[in-house]
């Protein structure tokens, strides 16, 4: 098993007068799976082209293992490297393009075969060596890509957006073939994704970029249950969001009055400081919404639309009480007769462990 721990101290990245990597410190642990998240332009490519020693930083410094790597070139640097293009080679077969990289680094014949057929065991498909890669699907291209890359064991992986070009299905069944590939090899990844579903499945933690900086670093747990900011809580999902100010502070627990209703409430704190009188945004996910049947409750609503995917219903509720949002609701699908009708006049609510204060950004 090899893998290493990665170290990155106040990076830096300009093109011109455009900042496109903040100064940015990261640590990656030994064997960590950790995904850099955010929207296009955010600077995650830019961030994985630095740790690659494929582009070279204007400020920072890069550590492997404690070695001090900022300068080294991307060859010296014991890193693979798994893009979205599969970027095979056309005219080679299977096995000499997974066996290619240890032409390169001048491993011998027999063990340069016998590491390639491992490597297609690994990646499920011994049966493609003899096969060229226009003679395989775009999974198991990818599959290829990724098998190119384990096999000379590089000690930390990174990956860009390496299933953005596949369909849902073959998305979700490679996020697994990758997951149990790190479990078996222990190798630290480093992941680019822009889907948050993918992020939150795959990583042990999610680095969330925003503008060229990390919004928030943390658990995908963190990151969906105490976002820091209303950024966060939008990335990561659908939430409800209400306005509210904080009356009293007590530890993790806040007092807050919504701000519309004048209604006492009681909300927990996303790990950051709170102060009485400060304008805030109360996060309540759409599973944490609580809905009764006929309004009576101090929050009311009707419903507008009712959407089932699958496993999951959602209600689109419309408020009653002036100056509520739209609200959405998200609960199993059940079977048997609906019991939502659209204009149905609901009550609402949640437990004040699933109201989760954020600083108000001002969204
Ligand atoms: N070679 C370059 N020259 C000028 N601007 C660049 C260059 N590479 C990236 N950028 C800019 O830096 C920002 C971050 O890009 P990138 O890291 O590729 O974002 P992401 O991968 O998160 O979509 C973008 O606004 C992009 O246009
Ligand atoms: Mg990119």
Known sequence: MVSSSLRIHELCKRYGDFVALAPTSLDVAKGEFLTLLGPSGSGKTTMLSLIAGLAHPDEGRILIDDTDVTHSPAYARDIGVVFQNYALFPHMTIEDNIAFPLKMRKVADAEARRRTAEALETVHLPHVAKRYPRELSGGQQQRIALARCIVYRPAIILMDEPLGALDKKLRDQMQLEIKRI?????????????????????????????????EQLGTPQDLYFRPRSVFVADFLGESNLLSAIVRRV??????????????????????????????????????????????????????????????????????????????????????????????????????????????????
């Open 182 to 214: 790190h479990r078996e090899l222990g190798t630290t990844i480093v992941y680019v994704t822009h889907d948050q579903e993918e992020a939150m499945t795959m990583s042990d933690r999610i680095c969330l970029m925003n503008a060229g900086a990390i």
């Open 250 to 363: 007590d530890g993790e627990g806040l007092d807050i009055v919504l701000t519309e209703q004048a209604a006492a409430s009681r909300a927990v704190g996303n790990g950051s400081r709170f102060a009485a009188g400060e304008p805030i945004k109360v996060m309540v996910r759409p599973q944490n919404l609580v809905v009764a049947e006929a309004g009576g409750g101090q929050l009311s609503g009707r419903i507008t639309d009712v959407m089932i995917s699958g496993s999951l219903t959602r209600l689109y509720i419309a408020p009653e009480t002036v100056g509520l949002p739209q609200l959405v609701a998200a609960h199993p699908t059940r079977s048997g007769s609906a019991p939502y009708e659209i204009g149905q006049r609901l009550s609402l609510g949640w437990h004040a462990a699933d109201a989760v204060a954020i600083h108000d950004g001002g969204i």
